[in-house]
T-cell receptor, first 116, second 113 residues
Framework: AQKVTQAQTEISVVEKEDVTLDCVYETRDTTYYLFWYKQPPSGELVFLIRRNSFDEQNEISGRYSWNFQKSTSSFNFTITASQVVDSAVYFCALSGPYSGNTPLVFGKGTRLSVIA | GEEVAQTPKHLVRGEGQKAKLYCAPIKGHSYVFWYQQVLKNEFKFLISFQNENVFDETGMPKERFSAKCLPNSPCSLEIQATKLEDSAVYFC???????????FGQGTRLTVV
């Protein structure tokens, strides 16, 4: 069975601090996809990144970066120089070999509060 | 359309009443998914469709929940005889033919009172 664990329920940081959100996953599939979504207070789900299991290269997009390590089954997300607008609930998710037709398994989310 | 459109945005029903939610997937997307997000942020997969056919319904509470995706109509999720525990945000997502990430709608917040 697939499982995603986000051990940090809530994190609070002061603006401009760096923050890392942890994600650990379990799957028996050899091919799978990992995702991060942002859910701001307005409630919509904003897609941030998709990574397939064959691509362990770290990714950077502006202030966001992701560290994928198959050896530890982790897909951590770092926000550099956090801003108040980063305050949201962040979800890590996992899908099976075909990310378009297998449902996502979500973690329980990490609520990030960035204080000015 | 270029985005997944869910209606209504908010829905309030008395316990025991019926609730019907709608989802128009992105044009050209063959797969539609329904998820339920309860108040503690937990997502639960309900059902998926490939065009008008049920693809995976392993998460669907079949007693009171039903769903359809008919040609040339928005997909729908219907809850008969709603219960307080059905209060949640229901998200619809669509994706292309078996690959690519799923795109989510804005969600429908159902409140059962």
């Amino acid at each position: 069975a697939q499982k995603v664990t986000q051990a940090q329920t809530e994190i609070s940081v002061v603006e401009k601090e760096d923050v890392t959100l942890d994600c650990v996953y379990e799957t028996r599939d050899t091919t799978y996809y990992l995702f991060w979504y942002k859910q701001p207070p307005s409630g919509e789900l904003v897609f941030l990144i998709r990574r397939n299991s064959f691509d362990e290269q770290n990714e950077i997009s502006g202030r966001y970066s992701w560290n994928f390590q198959k050896s530890t089954s982790s897909f951590n997300f770092t926000i550099t120089a956090s801003q108040v607008v980063d305050s949201a609930v962040y979800f890590c998710a996992l899908s099976g070999p075909y990310s378009g037709n297998t449902p996502l398994v979500f973690g329980k989310g990490t609520r990030l509060s960035v204080i000015a | 359309g270029e985005e997944v459109a869910q209606t209504p945005k908010h829905l309030v029903r008395g316990e025991g009443q019926k609730a019907k939610l709608y989802c128009a997937p992105i044009k050209g997307h063959s797969y539609v998914f329904w998820y339920q997000q309860v108040l503690k942020n937990e997502f639960k997969f309900l059902i998926s469709f490939q065009n008008e056919n049920v693809f995976d319904e392993t998460g669907m509470p079949k007693e009171r929940f039903s769903a359809k995706c008919l040609p040339n109509s928005p997909c729908s999720l219907e809850i008969q005889a709603t219960k307080l525990e059905d209060s949640a945000v229901y998200f619809c997502a669509s994706s292309q033919r078996g690959y690519g990430e799923a795109f989510f709608g804005q969600g429908t917040r159902l409140t059962v009172v």
